[in-house]
Structures are given as C-alpha cells and as structure tokens.
C-alpha cells in the first residue's frame, strides 16, 4: 500500500507567541518547531498500516528547506522516506492553496492512504484533510479515534458531539487524526540512524496564491488582575455580591 | 513549574550535529515523559523501575555506539555523551544503569570478547533483555583496584572463581556479571552467568545516595568458570582501566544533566518565590549564584564537547577524560549544593529534582575514579610523576 502521511512543522506548544512588526505574522525570532500533535499521530498511523499490511510510507509536508529536522524524526519513526515542498511563506499559505498542492503532489505519488492530523495546533483551521479529499474525490473520515485497513477498503470510528460514528470507506481515502486513536512511538536511536540513509528530498512548491490573507494579528487582551474582596468567611457575602452584580455569573 | 528548559548559553546548539541533536532530544522526551514522573517514588523507596527497562532498550540506549551488527545503534561519541546527560537530568541512578550497561558490560565484551562471546551476548544487552554488571571494586580495594583479592585458578578447561567484590551496581538483577580476578599471569576478565553455583549477589541496602539504583555485592565461593566464558583479549589491569575511561567519558557529561536540571529548576523558582515584595532571583546575591553557575556549566558543556570530539578522532587519552570527570563532577555537584540552598525549605523535598541529583552526585564523585585520584592522574599527566603512593 501506498501511505502519505501529511504533517506541519509548527511552533512549540509552549512558545509565547509575538507579532512582528508588519503586524500580519508571528515573530519568528528564538521561536522553536515541532511536528504538529496530530500530525504525529497521524504518522504513527501510517507506520502501523504499513507494518499491518505492508507498502512504503512516504512523510510530506509543506515547509521552509530548514524543516528537515522534523522530517528526520518522522522518518525515524518508521517512515521510508520524505519529500518537502519547500515555499519559504509556508506560515502563511491558506488552506485552500495548500490543500490543492498537497492533493497535486499525492496524486502524483500514487497513493491509495493518506492521513493528516484533524488540525495544525498552529491556526486550529482542521480544514486541510477535508479539502485534500474533496480535491481528490476521495472519501474522508474526520476526528478518527479508530481505524482499519482491509483490502480496497476501510472502517473508521469518529469522535463527534456526544457519541461516535462509525463508518465504512472505500480507499483511496483521506484519514484525519483525532487524539485517542493512537500513542506515537519515541523515535530510537536506531530509527534516528537508519532515517539518515533514507532519502529525504526537497521539491518547489508549485502553489496557487493564497485567496485568503491574514491582514492583522492580535493578542488576546491581557487579562485583569483579580481582586480579593476579602478574607475568611466574612468575605462570603461580598463575594456573592461580586459574582451576581459585577460578574453576572449567578 | 513549566518544562525543563536546558541551559545553552554559548549556542552550543550550533555546534552539534542534526543527528546528534535528534538523538538527544529523543533522550529528552523519553526522561521527561516517562522517567522524571516516577523516579521521586523510587528514589524514596530504593529501587529502580524496573518497567522502564525494555523502554530503554527500545530507544536504544544499551550500547549505542556499537555497530549495528551487534545490535548497537553505531552513535558517534558526541551522541552518546548527550544521551548520558540527558539520563542524569532524569537521574543519576538511570545514567549509571545504562552506563554500566554500555561501558563496563558490553564495551569489554565487544573490545576482548570473542565473535561467540560477542554474538550471545550484545544483542540481548542492547535490547535490554539481559542485564550486565562489572565487577572490580573490592570491600578493600577501590582506586588501587591492582591489589585485588578476587582469584582465577585453572582447573582443566575450567576455571575457579573465589573472592567478593562491593559497590557493583545492578549486580542483584544481572544475568552476566563482568568479574575481574587475579590470574597467576595477572588480572583476567571472565563472563560470570546467573546462577553459577558458588555465585550470589546480595543488594547493598540504606544508601542516601543513588537509591534509585541497584547495589550489590558480588560473592564467588568455588564458582567454575568455563575457559570460553573468559574474555580472551584483556589481560592485565589495562583491560578493565579501558572500561572505566568509556564509563568516566559519559559521567563527563552525565553530571552535567544532573547540573543543568537542578539549575533549571532553581531558576524557575526564583522567578516565582517572592520574598520581601519581590523575587527572589531580584536580588544581587541570587543573581551572583546563578551567574557563577551558568559560568561552570557552560564551561563544563565545553570541555565534554571538545572531549567527545577528541574521541571521536581518536585522541582522547584517559588524563582528557580525568579533567573533564574530575572538574564537571565537582562542579555539578557544588551546583546543586547551591541550588537546594536557593530552593529553601522546598529543596530538601523529593517533589523537587535538586536534593535528588545533590545526594546522588557524592557517589558520582567517588565512583568511576575519585576526585582525588583524578587529580593525581592529571598530576602525573603533567609532571611525570606518579604521585599515588
């Protein structure tokens, strides 16, 4: 079996995020990258199809040519080989422009699989995986918890409002992970040798602009320093009357 | 307190390879994830987690730099370094569990083992499904380990094995002890299994130091040992001194994660300990401390680069590796002093990382070589004379 797995360099999670001074963009300075949450997740779903029912896994993703770090550690995991599709605005690309690349590059792969994350913890958009099917004509599950390959086609569980679906497939299909679906293996130090040798190209983005523009970012306002009305229980009706009069949450 | 944020002062980042940077981030992970919850309990209680050990395997920690046809992950020296310091950050105690492992186990046997010696046995090392200890320190013989007492007597094809060795870390949950004995023609080393008659090994209890680790001691009473379970390329002292300079070589970096975590740490805190209406790393006598601190492990992260370099070109001699184990060691070790001061009340609790790696680093100091006998090799490595007796 053919298996794309999508992923997206973003930054660390527990990065304090600026604005740069054009207002429209994260400040990028002393900023750290990881692989997406999901993204991995995602990966780890394609190794396991793979070791379940054989083919190759190919790891692709959109970034700047110094995103092979990432790379590397998907390929680690157990990825045969990766391709990036370098385009330096990739921070700013839109969903739209990047789903229609991404679907250009795995039709020309051939792939029968494809798994995303169900978001990038970047822009939280959760809308590449389904526009990718979309562009593909291809079928699409969603905040997949569970998920089987069988031959030519496939079940997903999805986790939506209050219960689970379950669905049946036909591959070729798109496959966006949700969280419970699996846990990512560490890469070994065996892996992290091995993805040295296996190939990891670079290949320019051919991309349609951007429809959709980020015109101004903003911080959330900071939020107001609390106010102790008081100590012990005296304080109780002073706090009751906070709640209900100022706060209204009473 | 937020995730561990490494000291990196000098952008000795820059210096390292991609490989060797996702290795030690792999490390990272993996002691942050999975180690760092659970070691306190373990700590407290004296043992080590046992459950962790195929998870070690796993990520291929056992023995890294041995080729891949043993089932190493043939690392360069650098990586191995890192992942040293990355275990100490966790604990001393895992660093000195997987170093036995790696230097003192499989090193000898993959440098004076025989290919069968080395094909029964690295494999199962590497993935952790056999663990290893060595055994050279004895109740009266430490740093002159030439006046052991433990013998070799050739019986036939076999040979008899009598003496008791202390200190040996993961001996009571080894299934092949590395023992060194004294032979009519010097100092041999032979692969001793688990339960070889005449073979015991009783735990070393009522440590504060290194808890979350086994100790041992090693008892040979008549133990036969087959002649092809002797490890037919070291002879004489050279052999098991080979061994310890792998060993020392990892605790050059390895005390420096046990530095840098308390660092870390203490330097969180200060951010958030008020005291008198502000906090504590405000004030001028905080800030001297963490600037001497930052100075020495930035310094100590120097040397063990430049130290795993030279051994990867092949020019690292053990007096490089004395310096670098004697002064990071020390180093680290006043370091946390220092910062288990910072912390307070807080620091003498297990729910804080400092006293741990405090406690732990008086063994790291004396073990592998003394503070002292460093001082001396160092010494004589620069007067030409031996200064030991």
Redesign the interface.
């Known amino acids: 079996m053919n298996i794309v797995a999508c992923i997206k360099r973003v930054p660390l999670t527990?990065t304090q995020a600026k604005v740069s001074a054009d207002g429209t963009s994260l400040d990028a300075t002393g900023v750290e990258y990881m692989t997406s949450f999901y993204d991995e997740i995602a990966v780890e779903e394609a190794v396991r199809t793979k070791e379940k029912s054989g083919g190759e896994v190919t790891i692709l993703t959109i970034g700047s040519a110094g995103s092979?770090?990432e790379m590397?550690?998907c390929i680690?995991k157990g990825g045969d080989k990766g391709l990036i599709l370098v385009d330096e605005d990739w921070m700013a690309r839109d969903c739209r422009s990047t789903a229609k690349a991404l679907a250009a590059k795995i039709r020309e792969l051939g792939a029968d699989l494809v798994f995303t994350g169900r978001l990038a913890t970047d822009r939280d958009n959760a809308a590449v995986g389904p526009m990718l099917a979309t562009l593909l004509d291809w079928a699409c599950v969603t905040d997949v918890i569970e998920v089987e390959i069988g031959d030519g086609k496939g079940t997903a569980v999805r986790e939506s409002e209050g219960g689970v679906e379950n669905y049946e497939f036909t591959l070729p299909a798109v496959i966006c992970c949700q969280k419970d679906l699996n846990e990512p293996r560490?890469?070994?130090?065996?892996?992290?040798?091995a993805?040295?040798k296996k190939p990891l190209d670079e290949a320019p983005l051919e991309a349609e602009a951007s429809q959709a523009e980020v015109v101004r970012l903003e911080l959330p306002p900071a939020r107001p320093e609390g106010r102790i009305v008081g100590e012990g229980p005296d304080a109780v009706d002073a706090l009751m009357d906070a709640l209900r009069n100022e706060a209204k949450v009473l | 307190m937020d995730a561990f944020r490494a000291l990196d002062f000098l952008d000795i980042e820059s210096q390292l390879g991609e490989d060797e940077r996702m290795v030690r981030d792999a490390v990272r992970t993996w002691v942050g994830e999975r180690f760092v919850p659970i070691v306190w309990e373990h700590f407290e209680a004296g043992t080590f987690p046992m459950e962790v050990r195929p998870e070690l395997g796993e990520l291929g920690v056992f023995g890294p730099t041995i080729p891949e046809e043993y089932g190493g992950a043939g690392l360069n020296s650098v990586a191995y370094g890192l992942i040293c310091q990355e275990l100490e950050r966790g604990d001393s105690g895992l660093r000195s569990f997987v170093s036995v492992q790696g230097s003192l186990v499989m090193y000898p046997i993959f440098a004076y083992g025989s290919e069968e010696q080395k094909r029964e046995w690295l494999p199962q090392l590497a993935s952790g499904e056999a663990i290893g200890c060595f055994g050279l320190t004895e109740p009266d013989f430490g740093s002159n380990p030439g006046g052991m007492l433990t013998t070799a007597r050739r019986d036939g094809d076999d040979w008899i094995l009598n003496g008791r060795k202390m200190w040996i870390t993961n001996g009571t949950c080894s299934q092949v002890a590395v023992v060194w004995a004294r032979t009519e023609d010097g100092v041999r080393g032979f692969l001793v299994r688990e339960g070889a008659e005449g073979f015991s090994a009783p735990e070393q209890k009522h440590k504060w130091s290194l808890r979350a680790s086994i100790t041992s001691e090693l008892v040979l009473e008549d133990v036969r040992v087959p002649e092809s379970d002797r490890l037919p390329k070291a002879e004489g002292l050279k052999g098991p001194l080979g061994c310890l300079t792998q060993a020392r070589y990892g605790i050059a970096w390895g005390a420096l994660g046990a530095a840098m975590s308390a660092f870390d740490e203490a330097l969180q805190y200060a951010g958030e300990r008020i005291v008198f209406d502000k906090p504590l790393a405000g004030f001028q006598l905080a800030q001297k401390k963490f600037a001497d601190m930052a100075t020495e492990i930035t310094l100590g992260q120097l040397a063990a680069l430049r130290l795993g370099r030279l051994k990867d070109e092949g020019k690292m001699s053990p007096s490089h590796v004395s310096l670098c184990k004697r002064n990071n060691v020390q180093k680290s070790l006043e370091i946390t002093r220092t910062c288990r001061d910072m912390l307070g009340a807080n620091g003498i609790s297990l729910e804080y990382q400092t006293g741990r790696h405090m406690c732990n680093l008086e063994s790291v100091s004396t073990y592998e070589g003394t503070h002292d006998i460093h001082t001396l090799a160092i010494g004589h490595e620069l007067t030409g004379i031996p200064a030991y007796r």
Request: proline share 0%; hydrophobic share 40%; charged share 40%.
């Open positions: 527990e092979s770090k590397r550690e680690a560490y890469a070994g130090l065996k892996g992290i040798m993805a040295k």
